[in-house]
């Protein structure tokens, strides 16, 4: 009997191939996401910092320029984090499509794989079953040879 072949196995590779490509773009985005959690947390602290600096600087005395200038300053930080914020949630949604795609491509390779095992087993099972019709007559003609010699 010949060898087991998968006619569908450059399928079935392609589609691995395509389940790997929607891993990498799955850790892509999940990076981009945790980058973007970081950048929010540095915003903040660093907002913090500079509200503590004008805290200081209010209590020690500073010229109206200079507190123009720290509120400016804290205003640009604030609206960073408000965008970087946003920025977040785009990169979730682009996050939760990934996850989604990968999903189907893993379901997608994952049928094939099943569709190649249950037709490997038919094959596994067919083999045996003429091995062991092919074992069977040997051993019918065997027996039918020891019947004719101990006749004779």
Do not use: W
């Not at 804290?74 to 977040?88: P, Q, T, Y």
């Not at 079953?129 to 040997?138: L, R, T």
């Amino acid at each position: 009997m010949k060898r087991f072949s998968f006619k569908l196995e450059a399928l079935l590779k392609y589609r691995r191939y395509l389940e790997l490509l929607a891993q990498q773009e799955m850790a892509q985005a999940y990076k981009n996401v945790q980058e973007s959690e970081m950048r929010i947390r540095e915003l903040k602290v660093e907002f913090s910092r500079g509200s503590a600096a004008l805290d200081r600087a209010v209590t020690g005395g500073i010229r109206a320029v200079e507190f123009k200038s720290h509120a400016d300053y804290l205003d640009s930080v604030d609206g960073d984090r408000a965008r970087e914020i946003k920025r977040k949630a785009g990169l979730e949604t682009v996050l939760g499509e990934k996850q989604t795609a990968l999903t189907r491509k893993s379901v997608d390779k994952k049928v094939l794989e099943r569709l190649k095992d249950r037709k490997k087993s038919e094959y596994l099972g067919e083999f045996l079953k003429a091995e062991q019709n092919a074992s069977d007559e040997i051993s019918s003609l065997k027996k039918a040879r020891e019947i004719t010699d101990a006749i004779r």
